[in-house]
């Protein structure tokens, strides 16, 4: 047969052969590039590959973390958590190629901490397997995978568990964190030389014309919009008796007063299964003086129980709610009498003898006293209904009357309304919303006049919005202005004056080393502030002040050092710096240890790095 | 092979083929499967080596004070594994809480010269020099930073170069150095190099107003 198909396979029968065996090799993988492979490679660490999915795994994690706080946007989150896994994936490697690797031991004692797999405080065997299968892991993976983060976490301990810093450089720390400063300060503020800055017309007018672009209106738009608001569909509703008598007809297990149970506790705690026998006997024992009435329940309650809390009220616990205790206490309340007494129970807490002392039994409410409730529920319910059905049908109305709303409202039965000017940043009413705001001024809505998609502003309310007027940008007339721009001028010359005056204040006190130079008036209305010593955190002087008194060149004579600093606010403070005084005390107890945290975290950061630095990674965010 | 050969032709010539070839082939599979089994039998020791090693380790984590002896033993018997310069570095740690420079000095030099990861060593050094410094050993401190280390540790290295300026009294290099330290700290400077920096004096101590 071979001979056959050797002697026949030659010219076009051989190239349809070739063709057909070509198939399959030219679509094998082809899902791939059709967009079916959702998994895609997004890096390449060192030769290995990471799929999308992991990355998405992490990112679904970061959104869930910082979902609700402003400023993380989905292109942040997307590289905060490739770069998590780059992390990871370069840990991992480092730690198998270098052999580290967890004993037995140690993995045995981690999995058997682990409070999942506890039954009554103590590792269980069975609920481990359990949960794994559930899990569809078997134990093999699951100790590999355990032994995996540990080894990991070995490396990661690796710096910070080992960090020190050597004695003499802990004291050096300490010497300069406690050292002290000696300083006065004399200050140029604003206020004082606000009164010496005239602004002219001219001035103003120089500014206003060069700065134009600054005094603009912003532009505005006023919109029409349809709004469903699940509250107004609430009010819309008639709610007659015969509707509500309905509604409570159909629902009355919701109009009840729950039974209450209130019930007394005596316990004896099992603290370690060697004293169980011996509590149980007590239980017993107790029981049986009960039972004979040498003693009445609440007095062994206040004797004998083990539940100090609830023994000062003769084991009183109030009402019973059946979600706090647990199911052998439930049980035996939710089946005694009132005045009974259980039998001696087990309970994780120990041995109970458990007194029922109260029963309300549950109530039913009439129509009359739950008419409020009633017609409150009754109200929700038909109007998110009713809000819910006009809701689903928005968008496809919206879409389909793009250039008109007035089908829209009718279709649905409500009113096309009008807002008021909304500005980019600003406006009243629904332009108060900022969704709406950045809707009015998107693409679709501002420049191409269509309605705007359904806006969803939180549950049971949304709206559809579109164009009803523009008022574009315009310049502010001087008049307006002026007394904006009055102030900024007059702030900078002030600065400026303070700054002149400030520099040549400070060029004599630093060829003079002396504040007599500066010859202050003895009413003038800054003086020399004698601070004395100081510490770095000191917290009554001015921040900027402390620590560029820190900074500054100590002085090597009896002389003061001086120099200056300035606030944000525009305040010009001299500093003279008299004196340095070194620290004496003895290195303190726990110093070298707290300092080595900081040194910790340098290192352990600057590993990581170093990690990364000699990796070959590529990344193809574009893939996510 | 152009001309057809009968089977009892074929039989002959493949058995002359084995007699001329079949010693190789039996050669070379055995040597093929010592080597597997013994690349098998070496990843399995390292595996083992490791796991007893961590083991150890384990215990010289909870209780640093006692552990001396197993800190020996791992830099005996397994030195191959990192746990060896894991506890090494434990070692200086504790004797450098104690203000014994000169034992610590011998641990980081062990890490240093023994470790197999470049990570491990770099980090070795750097703790190294802190405790050459110190201990005023400042030309051995200089030495070790002369090596080359992965820019991450840059601003590290800086910091203690600026440290042997500092302890040689030569203010205007040390201010350079911490400069250059604080700039390539990608904000994870500790305040101590910060105080370290403005203890020297600003080289502008005078601000200019803009």
Partial sequence: MLQNIHDKAKGWVAYLIIFLISIPFALFGINSYLGGGANRIVAEINGEEIQSSIVNAELLQLKQQFAQLAGFDDTMLKQMALDRVVSRTLLEQEVKQHNYRVSDSDVLKEITQIPAFHKEGQFDKQQYQQILKSNRRNEATFEAQVREELAQRQFQTLVTSTAFIPKETATHYQGLQKQQRDIDTYSLTMADFKAQVVVTEAQVQEYYEKNKARYMTEEQVKLAYIELKRSDFEASLNASVEELTDFYNNNQDRYIIPEKRQASQIVIAVNSPKEDAAAKQKAEQLLAEIAAATRTFEAIAMSDSSDKVSAKNGGDLGIIAASDWDKAFNDVVFSLKVGDVSPVTKTDAGYKIIKLTKLEPLVQKTFEVAKADVEKDFRFEKGSEMFQDKDDELPTLAYENENNLAPIAESLRVKVQTSDWISRTQGEGIGKLAQIREAAFSEVVKNSGRNSEKIDIADGHSLVVRILEQKPAAQKALAIVKAEIMQTLSEQQTRQLIITQGEAFLKKLSAQANWNVLEIAADAPQQIQKLGLIERNNQKADPLVVAQAFSMQKPTTAKPVFSNVISPNGDYHLIALNSVKADTTALAKDAQQNFARQIAQREQGALLEALREQAEIQLYPENL | ?210
């Fill in chain 2, 1 to 210: 092979m152009a001309e057809f050969l009968s089977d009892a032709e074929k039989a002959d010539a493949i058995k002359a083929w084995l007699k001329e070839n079949g010693t190789s082939i039996i050669v070379g599979v055995s040597l093929a499967a010592v080597l597997v089994f013994s690349y098998r039998y070496w990843q399995d020791y390292t595996v083992t080596q490791s796991q007893s090693a961590s083991n150890i380790y384990s215990s010289v984590q909870q209780d640093a004070a006692k552990s001396q002896s197993k800190i020996e033993q791992l830099k005996t018997d397994y030195a191959e594994t990192p746990y060896a310069s894991l506890a090494a570095l434990h070692a200086a740690k504790n004797y450098a809480l104690k203000g014994d420079n000169a034992a610590a000095i011998k641990e980081l030099d062990w890490v240093v010269s023994h470790s197999s990861e470049a990570l491990t060593q770099d980090l070795a050094k750097l703790r190294l020099a802190r405790v050459y410094i110190a201990s005023k050993q400042l030309d051995k401190a200089s030495t070790l930073l002369e090596d080359s280390f992965p820019n991450a540790y840059a601003s590290l290295v800086s910091e203690l170069k600026g440290d042997i300026h500092l302890a040689k009294q030569d203010i205007q290099k040390a201010r350079e150095a911490y400069d250059k330290a604080l700039l390539s700290s990608k904000g994870l400077a500790s305040d101590y190099l910060k105080m370290k920096r403005d203890d020297l004096g600003s080289a502008i101590s005078v601000q200019k107003g803009s």
